[in-house]
Each structure stands twice: as C-alpha cells, then as structure tokens.
C-alpha cells in the first residue's frame, strides 16, 4: 500500500525555467510534509517542509504548496538550474508516529542548459 | 548544519558474512535514528526505529534476528546484516532527528553500498 506517490518518474526543463514535481498521499493523518533531494550513491539532503496547518512555504527559489483536501502536494523550484538536476523525493510523517517518515518513489528532475 | 556520518560507504564481502553500519551523528543527539533501504529504482524502505538505551522497533516484514540494530549513545547506532545472501544487497541509508529540536527535518547519512557475492 503506497500511501505516498510520485506519479513522474522523470521530468526534463530548461534552465530558467520552473519546475513542478508533484506529490500524492493518502494517508490522512499525514500532517508533516518534507522535499529531500538526492544524488547517486548519496543519503537525501533536506530541501523544505510543510506543516499541514500551513498551505504554502517558500524558501528561496523553493516553494511547497499543499492542498490538504485533495491530498496533493507539490514542489516549484524557480528559476531551475542545471545543479538542480537529482532525485526529488517526497515524504510525510504524522506526530503520533514518532517521526517515521513514508517516502514516494522519487521524480528524477533534469535541468537542460 | 547537522550531520550524519555512515561507515563504510561500500562494502563487498562473500555470502555468509555478517556486516556491520555505523551511523553517527556528529553534532547534535540523537535518541531516535532510523534505518532505511532503497532498491535501485526504488524508494527508501523504512526498515527500523532505532531507539537509544532500548530495542528497536521494526516494520513489518523485517526481520530483527537478521537485521541486528544497537542504539548504545546518543551519538551512535549500528545496523549488523547477520550471514548476508545476495538478496540483501542494497542501500542501507540511516536518518537521525536532533532530540532537542522536535520541530527539526531527519539529516540522512550518505549510505552505505552492500554488495554481497
């Protein structure tokens, strides 16, 4: 049962540009969100988090919005850079669990020059 | 910013063999640590909570006699593969939280490769 979902396997854009890499859930007590990134060979590196009592959280060119009705969460990064080319993953965590997180299945993201 | 560090990063050894994972916080306590593992293509599994000073809790359809987790500080938990088969090669990741920051993210080790022949 995947409770998290990342739809997109893969997603190409151009530099400059923005890129959208969306996620799914459908566990709803899930009330803690978190974007990590990932390269070959290395642990995820945080990116940003969302509280569910929150619906937008911006940190630089990183901004996570959240749509808790639909279950729906999605990460733009604006302008993309080539640097910016990994694995995305999205997790979730709710408080009872202790912080155990459930992650999708990751959206490789390329940056084209 | 906090950092974990995962000893080794590779590891090549025959079936058979039990092997060890160190995975270290460097700069802030950790009571809880979490071990994952992702198969290539995958996403990373949640294999275990390690907690310190107790035992570890484990996800259902992991097994505990083969995936042995220490938690001995609050700096330090081991994940040892008992007799490892070449089914259990893999990317071991582990993740720790800062305990005195609730509202802090997991910071993930860099891995380790397990590769047994």
């Known amino acids: 049962d995947q409770q998290v979902k990342q739809n997109s396997p893969s997603l190409s854009v151009q530099e400059g540009r923005i890129s959208i890499l969306n996620c799914d859930y459908t566990n709803s007590m899930f009330d803690y969100f978190l974007w990590y990134k990932k390269y070959p060979a290395e642990g995820p590196t945080f990116l940003i988090s969302i509280s569910s009592i929150k619906d937008k959280n911006e940190d630089g060119r990183f901004t996570v919005f959240l749509n808790k009705s639909a279950k729906h969460l999605s990460l733009h990064i604006v302008p993309s850079q080539p640097g910016d080319s990994a694995v995305y993953f999205c997790a979730a965590s709710e408080y009872t669990s202790g912080s155990r997180l459930t992650f999708g299945e990751g959206t490789q993201l390329t940056v084209n020059p | 910013g906090a950092v974990v560090s995962q000893h080794p990063s590779w590891v090549i050894c025959k079936s058979g063999t039990s092997v060890k994972i160190e995975c270290r916080s460097l700069d802030f306590q950790a009571t809880t640590m979490f071990w994952y593992r992702q198969f290539p293509k995958q996403s990373l599994m949640l294999m275990a909570t390690?907690?310190?000073?107790?035992?570890?809790?484990?996800e259902q359809g992991v097994e505990k006699d083969k995936f042995l987790i220490n938690h001995a500080s609050l700096t330090l938990s081991t994940l040892t593969v008992t007799s490892a088969h070449p089914e259990d090669s893999s990317f071991y990741i582990c993740?720790?939280?800062?305990?005195?920051?609730?509202?802090?993210?997991?910071?993930f080790g860099d891995g380790t490769r397990l590769s047994i022949l």
């Open positions: 993740s720790a939280r800062d305990t005195g920051y609730s509202n802090q993210p997991q910071h």
């Open positions: 390690s907690n310190e000073g107790s035992k570890a809790t484990y």
